[in-house]
């Protein structure tokens, strides 16, 4: 699965976001890098505004591909661009709170989430993300002591 964000719109159901802009920025694509790894998924942020000096157009900042539109454009035309350009529309999910975006996107084969849903599914990704495994795990011995593995298993008496 491969998602492009409207970056701006997900930032944009955070309180308090337009205080802090750059800092929004960086607290998203963490989320996203984060999102990312727990998924699988491929991700693309699109950002209005200049580029960051520290996350450039194009580059990417933990596995999440960034871009910016140029001067004269907006966030939008390249989501657009984007989703047009790739050959598995149908595979795309397009983030955006934006209806006529939507429509277009949607209009173009790909499937839409509504920003405020997929803060949802950041979350729940998270949350699955951070519970561990197997109970058992975080007792058991590290590897390489033939005795503690012994006392791990209750036979921890005289070895012949």
Not at 20 to 38: N, T, V
Not at 134 to 153: C, H, K, N, Q
């Amino acid at each position: 699965m491969a998602y492009v964000v409207d970056g701006n719109n997900v930032i944009g159901q955070t309180p308090g976001w337009h205080r802090d802009k750059p800092g929004s920025r960086r607290r998203l694509l963490g989320e996203l890098a984060a999102f990312a790894r727990a998924t699988k998924a491929r991700v693309t942020v699109v950002f209005d505004g200049a580029p960051d000096r520290d996350v450039p157009d194009g580059a990417s900042f933990k596995g999440v591909r960034v871009y910016y539109p140029g001067r004269g454009s907006d966030a939008d035309s390249v989501v657009e661009r984007l989703v047009a350009s790739d050959r598995n529309r149908r595979g795309l999910t397009i983030v955006t709170s934006d209806r006529r975006l939507a429509a277009e996107c949607r209009g173009l084969g790909a499937r839409v989430v509504a920003s405020g849903e997929f803060r949802k599914q950041m979350a729940a990704a998270a949350a699955a993300a951070a519970t561990p495994g197997d109970p058992g795990e975080a007792d058991a011995p590290a590897a390489g002591s033939v005795d503690e593995w012994l006392r791990y298993f209750g036979l921890d008496g005289d070895r012949e």
